[in-house]
C-alpha cells in the first residue's frame, strides 16, 4: 500500500539542519508522470527503493531497478529517473559535500 508523504510526495525525515549538517535522509513517492531532480552539484544521492520499478540513468548508465535495488548518482553527475510500474517509492539519503571533513 502506497505511504502517504503529503501534497509534493516527500518525508523529511531527517535534514542537515536538524544535526551536523552532513547528511539529510527523504522518502520520496512518485507516479511515473514525476521526475525527480536530475542534476546537483554538491549533493551525493543514495537511492533506495522501497516500492516500484524505476529506469534510471546516471551519466552514460541506464538500466532498471527494481524495490530493494538501490543506486547512487554523484555531484555534478547527471541523472534521470522514472517509475515504471504504477506507483514507486524510494529513501533517498543526501551527503552535503560543502559540509565534508577535506581528506
Excluded at 543514495?46 to 538501490?70: H, N, P, T
Amino acid at each position: 500500500m502506497p505511504a502517504n508523504l503529503g501534497s509534493n510526495g516527500q518525508r523529511v525525515h531527517l535534514s542537515g539542519e536538524m544535526h551536523t549538517g552532513t547528511f539529510s535522509i527523504v522518502e520520496f513517492s512518485a507516479t511515473p508522470e514525476v521526475k525527480p531532480e536530475a542534476f546537483c552539484e554538491t549533493e551525493d544521492r543514495f537511492f533506495c527503493l522501497l516500492e516500484g520499478e524505476w529506469e534510471v540513468r546516471v551519466g552514460e548508465d541506464q538500466y532498471q531497478v527494481k524495490a530493494g535495488g538501490s543506486f547512487h548518482a554523484p555531484p555534478g553527475v547527471s541523472y534521470d529517473c522514472r517509475v515504471i510500474s504504477p506507483f514507486g517509492r524510494a529513501v533517498v539519503l543526501l551527503t552535503h559535500s560543502s559540509a565534508r571533513i577535506p581528506a
